[in-house]
């Protein structure tokens, strides 16, 4: 009678999504035992060892997961799971092994295992199961996954040993001074946007408008699979030195792509977002921020490490995905996935170039007492995270002061994190440093309250008109904003595509005004927002073009229906906490890409063009008159900066991703872009939205092009 | 308010409509203080895309159409087809959100072929409001399927702007709804 009590409830609760709660199931105890390692193997890098969160990836347990999750069905859960999950690389596991995670993640919410085996069709409401409470011996991280059947994660990077695994020296290597890094060689590209003003121009021109169709693949050169690849080249009298997934370092002849040595710092990537931008150069080291927060000094010659240096513990998740910057002696790094809630906060901080010794740190929150910390609503400390530093800053040597933008504050809706209006310092600002001493000049917040991921954290382009000095900056809500860099005083902004975030700038001070509905929206509500979490602009970088004063934009478009999901204000939980559904910007017709010049001095735009894909590169542009740029479409372009037409293209074995370089060796000019996967937004949100372009799950290298050479 | 194909009398009703377009619109009526003008018809269109989902949804949220409406004085006629459905189509609807990509409630229903492809057609009469709505870019189709009943395709109903194509560049930013369609 009990057993076919227990079949008609199960049966009921098959038909639809059922309030009854069972007393056991719908999963067995091998299935939620098995699921327990394959979490540990797959899931744990991203959503926590204790199921906790981080970053993008919500809390898979406790009242957070309860919240967003309890009243949907079990089927939801695990067909989401089963198509995003590993995080760029969807049902590329099988799919007793998804039923096993997601037995697992019910079990870990205080469902019961029972005598039937957990299908994934059941259409289970999940509150009906489970309470959100672990149970005491779950509560525990598992040994790490080794034997036991346990998967290999789908994001594992070739095993291997790490450190100088190819020994190597350069004949010379002419140490980076302050006046090289002002001042580059024309066919050098010293640092991540080329120059201090981070322009992300070439000053060679070699390849103009009129013979670059002509240029042929002069070398290329696969890199490391597994992780996010969103590099940018640094290239120094003829030798590039190119970071890899895995925090691996090499040094390649420039003109011929020969590798000289190289190094894999490691750790081994297990994730499928998490890239190491940029290298900084100075003296006679290269400086490697890591992706476990690490900085290492690598000896240019050789590659050895110098010294290294903690920049957080990577153990409670922080990471370093933007590159530094070297001012004065000192390397310049910032710091990334500070979105727990706990009791250490965000910050920019600087090292001795010479022996890694922190020289000051410059925390990106402000807390109770502090200047600005009367902005969160009242907040705890310890609930104020966020504002991280994900692209490494600018430099004015003339004024001595550097330009980092801030992210947004965390979680990313205010109605998650109950700072009510407040503007939340110093979360999505751009903050003007003095690099010697930490010190904080001046600071704008673009978007204060800011409540779709739609961060302000991107490069901070310098430039002089006349006797204005600028500072042009444009973050995922697509507006264009121009600064003086001296007071920090708004000066004009520019909205470059469709937005409906904001029903208006103050033409004064540039500060927005959020709809409605958007300052009213309370947890559970879903509220719109285009752009959506990929912009907008994002990380592939704009480019200045001084000849024609014009900005070229890289944009993505698509919108996002966000929901505010609860967090538990609880120390140690952790996550972004909003739902999304993707869909179309309207008006674009289904066009995802958009590239757009802007005058700087007008802030007018003279041209843009559409295109299906977006674009996943920097954008680079040239004395030469030509601009380039590549998209997730495997395409990579040359146009005419002054038109936007393109001039030549080819199609690459994979996406086109990363940062664009030009460089001279022996006189001849090269061009340079990646190929890559992995990362956030800008690589997740055209994946889901556009099913029908496909390309390899593999295929990272470096492509470098120039023209033939004369005869 | 539920519409029937085979309509055949449209009531075009003088209307007094208000300031033209900003640019990049199709053309608006004349302000007709005496109401005596006879109001342009007023075009607008747009691409019938895959409704708000994510990963786990998408594959069942598939297709595409488009959708072209004419507003002449408080008449709104509506045509649209649509393809690559993976289940049929159930039902089609007008809704009226606050804003442009801002959902809100359901105005008027449409007739729709209950298949995986086919057309979407129907005529309604607006209110003063709605008309105002229509032309400030806050209307939107939505196709709903078996598998897909809260929105298979959506699309909101814009003015024609051009479509250069692939990677053809235009002068200025192109189309951006938040200046090119009216606000008030």
Redesign the interface.
Known sequence: MKKILACSVLASALVSVSAVALDNGPFTPDQSRAGRALYAANCAQCHGARLQGAGEAPPLSGATFIAAWGNRSSDELYNLVKASMPYGNGNSLDADTYRRIVSFVLAANGAKPGATAFTGAEKLKINAIADGKMPAELAEAPAAAGGGGAARPATSYPPGRFGVTVAGALKSYDPVTDQMLAHPKDGDWLMYRRTYQGWSHSPLGEINAGNVKNIQLAWSWAMNEGGASEVTPIVHDGIMFLSNVANTVQALDAKTGELIWENRIGPAPTRAYGATRSLALYGDKIFVPTTDAKLYALDAKTGKIVWQSVIEDAKEGYSNTGGAIAIHGKILVGLTYCNRYETKHCFISAYDSDTGKVAWRFKTIALKGEPGGDTWNGLPDEFRQGAETWIAGTYDPELNTTYWGTAQSKPWTRASRDTGGGSTLYANSTLALDPDKGTLKWFYTHAPGENFDLDEVFERVLVDHGTSKDLLTIGKVGILWKLNRVTGKYEDSAQTLFQNVFTKIDPKTGIPTYRKDVQDAKVGEWISSCPGPAGGHDWPATSYDPKSDLLVIPLHQSCVLMRAEPMEKKIGVGGDAGSQRLFEMPGTDGNLGKLVAYNTTTMKPLWSFQQKAPFLTGVLTTDGGVGFVGDFDRRFRAFETQTGKTLWQTRLPTSVQGHVISYSVDGKQYVAVETGLGGGSPVGKPTTLMPDVHHPNNGAAIFVFALPDQR | MDLRLGLTCVLALAWAAGPAFAQGASAGSEAAASGRATPQKEQFE??L???????????NITG?GRAHAELNGNMLTLTADFHGLTSNATTAELYDG??????GPKAFDLTVTPGMSGTVSGSVTLSAKQVAAVRH?HFYVQINSQKAPDGNL???L?PP?A??G???????????????VPAK
């Open positions: 747009t691409r895309a895959a409704s708000p989902l994510t990963d786990g949804t998408r594959v595409e606050p804003g442009i990509a801002i959902p870019g959506t699309g909101w814009l702007h479509d250069p692939q990677d053809v560049p235009v002068a200025g930013a192109g189309f951006l709804p938040q200046f090119d």
